[in-house]
């Protein structure tokens, strides 16, 4: 298959938010307990607790910000529980997640310091469900009041003197279901009191964020809009890749064939779909496109790897899961009009994570490789790059063949990154490259593929999926020439200088 296209390297189409490289850690399973936070006196090398080897791993794809505590376990979350010394924090269960005991060892300064060591921005989400407005408020004045206040005290006498700067603050998480299953008029209400009096304190300027839609519910979207628009910053969007539609057999992250291959591409792919149709109700009531559209939970949802307990969501990361990655990323850029954030779910051994832990070992998924390819994108302009995306059939359905996207970064490098999304065919694709001077281009390239379907990565072999160098093209005459391997994520570099 030859598939022809247009880059018009002239043509800037806006920046892409770095913030759409986000991730998302909630207290569930293994994600924060033992996948982030192993204790000061814990084996595994760590820094006050938090993991080394995990901290360094996300900071070489450049984590730009990190949601947490959740998820549903926000709005059953009591911060005031997870402050102070460590031994008189009160244990609880993780209700939501597995009936485990929860001893609060992870709380706001633990949060707040794995961002530090991250270099990233927190986006700390609040209670709506079982909260009350005085804890959200009194959460926002323990973070980030500088002067003389009851919380900054409470703050100073657990070590903190200084206030932190906190920027994106979620008010309510799902509220439609897990977070008090409310309807979205009285949502909007609620919504509205609560942002009252989560306040801009000493120069902090919160970005306010309201509960958002799940998937395709447009009159939430309608609702939240029309009722509570001019009192948020950005609005959310939750959509999870299912390989089948039923929550009880949503299909294994390996061993699996064709069928639920091409099924899971074609319901990523939807991302498109509903991130246009939000954004249509959204320009209706915000032409000027003031509300973001932050889609802080998306990623692939399997049945549970066998043995391990079904309320921690642990599950394999594939070959399958780069190529839902790369599309997914290209979706976001197309739409960085309205898409300022994105949170992947979720960080650390749940759900489409990037790492995996076992005890002292860790290793990286080839959805954290296509995250280290790709961050050449953060914070670059947007390049009009048209592709005829071919066509990928089986039985009666109809997906792209392959999608692409192309940036230029402040030094004037142009990445363009393609997905091949079949899975046993090759994609030649000749690109028009217009607008760019090719004499003393440097081209190089890097490719992420797999040897078959669900081609992974285990503590035993943990480097079967890998980037490797690419030299499959060639730019001759103003046309660029790739040949793509089958199922692969390739990026190419044309950097402005020899
Ligand atoms: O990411 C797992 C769960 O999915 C989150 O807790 C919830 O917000 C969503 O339903």
Redesign the pocket.
Known sequence: MTLKGVLNADSAKGTISRNIYGHFS?H?GRCIYEGIWVGEDSPIPNTNGIRNDVVEALKQIKIPVLRWP????ADEYHWKDGIGPKEGRKRMVNTHWGGVVENNHFGTHEFMELCEQLGCEPYINGNVGSGTVREMSEWVEYLTFGGVSPMAELRGQNGRKEPWKATYFGVG??NW??GGNMRPEYYADEYRRYQTYVRNYDGNRIHRIACGANSDDYNWTEVLMREAGRFMDSLTL?YYTLPNDDWQNKGPATGFDEKAWFSTLRKALRMDELITRHSTIMDKYDPEGRVGLIVD?WGTWYDVEPGTNPGF?YQQNTIRDALVAGLTLNIFHKHNGRVRMANI??TVNV?QAVILTEGEKMILTPTYHVFDMYKVHQDAELLDLSLDCGSYRLDDGEIPAVTATASRDGQGNIHISFCNLQHDAEAKVVIDVRGLAAEGLAITGSTLAGGKLDAHNTFEQPNTVVPKPFDAFALEGGKLTVNLPAMSVTTLELAAEA
């Open positions: 909630e569930l959740g998820g549903c376990f998480n799902e279901g897990c939750h939970e969501l779910a979720q759900l």
